[in-house]
């Protein structure tokens, strides 16, 4: 167990609607990566949020939204889902207060469905 | 050029052998090195962690990096068909823009 909750485990929605992935990180990690997994594909890094600030982003839609909360936890905001947004959605914490430890742990990942 | 290259196979070895896996960075701003390995639609877990140059042991597991030709590497002995997965590297800058960047991963099948 790695510490990183990520609910819902599974996810079906339709086209055009719109959900949130949540994620709480580690116990102290103040950092939060969100990445979205397509089939067969590797990690794509949509963003990264420290200590309820945006630090940095990637490849993002602009139909994504995220933010991380004062109690650290995040939630990731996907609208006007399309086919194409179904996939893995991982979220990984690192950097615990006061620590110097950058390794981020992952979470089981949301399995996003559209159809 | 993206700032972390790896090798993304796939790669088929017998069991027993010796793995070798490979990736090499850009940025001299990269600190902290880990290997990740991934089942099958399961989130990535951490397998090793180093901030030096040099080997780092863990078991059958050994991490190699290399800092002055920006080259590390993960060695796997006597694999195991159990090790058949995706093997991802990352590295964390620690310069003005602290983030996490991930290889793209490389499929190893151990075949009993």
């Known amino acids: 167990d790695s510490g990183v909750t990520q609910t819902p485990k599974h996810l079906i929605t339709a086209t055009g609607q719109r959900v949130t992935l949540r994620c709480s990180p580690r116990?102290?990690?103040?950092?939060v990566y969100w990445y979205q997994q397509s089939l067969d594909q590797g990690l794509q890094f949509l963003i990264q949020y420290y200590n309820g600030e945006e630090r940095a982003k990637g490849n993002i839609l602009e139909r994504f939204s995220a933010q991380q909360f004062p109690d650290l936890h995040s939630e990731l905001n996907l609208s006007s889902l399309e086919l194409g947004d179904s996939a893995l959605y991982f979220c990984?914490?690192?950097?615990?207060?006061?620590?110097?430890?950058?390794?981020?742990?992952f979470g089981q990942g949301t399995r996003l469905t559209v159809v | 050029q993206k700032e972390v290259e790896q090798d993304p196979g796939p790669l088929s070895v017998p069991e027993g052998a010796i793995v070798s896996l490979n990736c090499t960075y850009s940025n001299s701003a990269f600190q902290y090195f880990m290997w990740y390995r991934q089942y099958s639609r399961k989130g990535p877990e951490l397998l090793m962690y180093t901030y030096s140059s040099g080997n780092k042991e863990d078991g059958r597991f050994t991490a190699q990096v290399d800092k002055s030709s920006k080259y590390i590497s993960l060695f796997i002995r006597d694999s195991q068909p159990s090790d058949s997965a995706t093997y991802l590297c990352a590295i964390f800058s620690s310069g003005s823009a602290r983030q996490l960047t991930f290889g793209s991963g490389t499929q190893l099948t151990v075949l009993p």
């Open positions: 990984a914490s690192s950097e615990p207060k006061g620590g110097a430890r950058t390794e981020a742990f």
């Open positions: 116990s102290g990690d103040l950092s």
